[in-house]
């Protein structure tokens, strides 16, 4: 495999860059795009995504949110010389509502994109490269580091806390549910042994638990033993899977028309929630065998990708965490009945 190639910024390559451009791009180039044309950037991170639209699109402004403020801090430094085109919001991804109407209220945004709507967005889901990096967040299993994997740290729950206090049933639960660990029930199991000696608190020891538990003909194929029981603590204390959840029809819901938005998965749970919330968008609400459509029962979304995109073999040469992501994208092409935009997502999540 050849080298990863390295941007300045910590080595954070941006999967599929020039294909986010490109899709987005559809949405900027729509006949309703308004003259200062606004992008969401829902999973911030380090801003590669953001840096190239900035750098793709002049006119454009940019909207990053993100839950955790280090990546905020970090992607505010780097975009920084694209000035007030690009503004940032602290925020889980589904509250697209709030950070809109947030940004207007403090004279970031012109309130004119309440009016006119955005005209893309894109969510590269998941837990980002820069996370990973910073082992006391705890979301790497390849060093010993406090077990606590919170995207945002002004929430409460830890991974430590869910090792410590769950039940058998919920902890086998979510290893299952989220992490399709065959040895769920086992593995709670040890868990609940090993923590009435000593609460966990480090993720080594976890770690070595696992090991003990997983058999060795099982270690040896499908990674390391430690990935899925780490998802699935990871999707767990920060509840991804709701956030995804909503925020399909919140974010697609401040599309214009002509708008494009896009979602980068890496895992099936994800792209199994992105494929039918975008399905359903993208279907007709006509009773099926009618010689024609009624009215205001039309799709308002279609396709703009033919199933889940891959990235090619040159990128994930460049770039391999691009090996597993899976692409959607939509382009709104009627308000389907609805004539003015969101006025909050309807949660409170933060």
């Known amino acids: 495999m050849a080298p990863q190639r390295q941007d300045p910024h910590h080595g954070h390559v941006p999967v599929m860059r020039d294909r986010m451009v490109e899709l987005v791009g559809h949405g900027l180039r729509?006949?309703?795009?308004?003259?200062?044309?606004?992008?969401?950037?829902?999973?911030?991170?380090?801003?590669?995504?953001?840096?190239?639209f900035l750098t793709a699109f002049p006119d454009a402004i940019v909207v990053g949110l993100d839950r955790d403020p280090h990546a905020l801090a970090e992607a505010s430094e780097r975009l920084e010389p694209f000035g007030d085109r690009?503004?940032?919001?602290?925020?889980?991804?589904?509250?697209?509502?709030?950070?809109?109407?947030?940004?207007?209220?403090?004279?970031?945004?012109?309130?004119?994109?309440?009016?006119?709507?955005?005209?893309?967005f894109l969510y590269d889901l998941g837990v980002s490269s820069m996370q990973l990096d910073q082992a006391p967040r705890g979301f790497s299993y390849?060093?010993?580091?406090?077990?606590?994997?919170?995207?945002?740290?002004?929430?409460?729950?830890?991974?430590?806390?869910?090792?410590?206090?769950?039940?058998?049933?919920?902890?086998?639960?979510?290893l299952k549910t989220y992490g399709d660990?065959?040895?769920?029930?086992?593995?709670?199991?040890?868990?609940?042994?090993?923590?009435?000696?000593?609460?966990?608190?480090?993720?080594?020891?976890?770690v070595e638990l696992l090991y003990a538990t997983i058999p060795?003909?099982?270690?040896?194929?499908?990674?390391?033993?430690?990935?899925?029981?780490?998802?699935?603590?990871?999707?767990?204390?920060?509840?991804?899977?709701?956030?995804?959840?909503?925020?399909?029809?919140n974010a697609t819901g401040w599309?214009?028309?002509?708008?494009?938005?896009?979602?980068?998965?890496?895992?099936?749970?994800?792209?199994?929630?992105?494929k039918k919330g975008l399905k359903d968008l993208s279907t007709s609400r006509s009773p099926q065998?009618?010689?024609m459509e009624l009215p205001?029962?039309?799709?308002?979304?279609?396709?703009?990708?033919?199933?889940?995109e891959k990235a090619s073999e040159e990128e994930i040469d460049r770039n391999s965490r691009a090996a597993p992501v899976r692409v959607r994208a939509v382009r709104r092409i009627s308000d389907g009945g609805h004539t003015t935009f969101p006025i909050d997502d309807g949660n409170a999540h933060t």
Do not use: W
Not at 30 to 52: F, K, N, Q, R
Not at 193 to 203: C, V
Not at 218 to 241: C, D, Y
């Open 30 to 52: 729509a006949a309703t795009a308004p003259e200062s044309p606004v992008i969401i950037d829902g999973t911030l991170g380090s801003g590669g995504h953001s840096e190239a």
């Open 86 to 120: 690009f503004c940032s919001y602290h925020t889980r991804f589904d509250n697209v509502s709030e950070a809109l109407h947030g940004l207007v209220d403090a004279g970031q945004l012109s309130e004119q994109v309440l009016h006119t709507g955005v005209s893309g």
């Open 142 to 174: 390849s060093v010993d580091s406090p077990l606590d994997m919170r995207m945002d740290p002004q929430i409460s729950l830890t991974a430590a806390e869910i090792l410590n206090t769950y039940s058998h049933g919920d902890l086998a639960r979510i």
């Open 181 to 206: 660990e065959r040895f769920a029930g086992k593995i709670a199991s040890a868990v609940l042994r090993e923590r009435e000696k000593e609460p966990f608190t480090h993720s080594g020891r976890l």
């Open 216 to 249: 060795a003909a099982s270690r040896r194929s499908g990674g390391h033993p430690a990935k899925r029981t780490f998802q699935a603590l990871r999707i767990e204390v920060n509840a991804e899977l709701d956030a995804i959840e909503h925020a399909i029809p």
């Open 255 to 274: 599309l214009h028309t002509g708008g494009v938005g896009v979602f980068m998965s890496y895992q099936s749970l994800e792209d199994k929630l992105v």
């Open 289 to 291: 065998g009618l010689p």
């Open 296 to 308: 205001g029962t039309e799709a308002p979304f279609e396709f703009l990708t033919r199933g889940a």
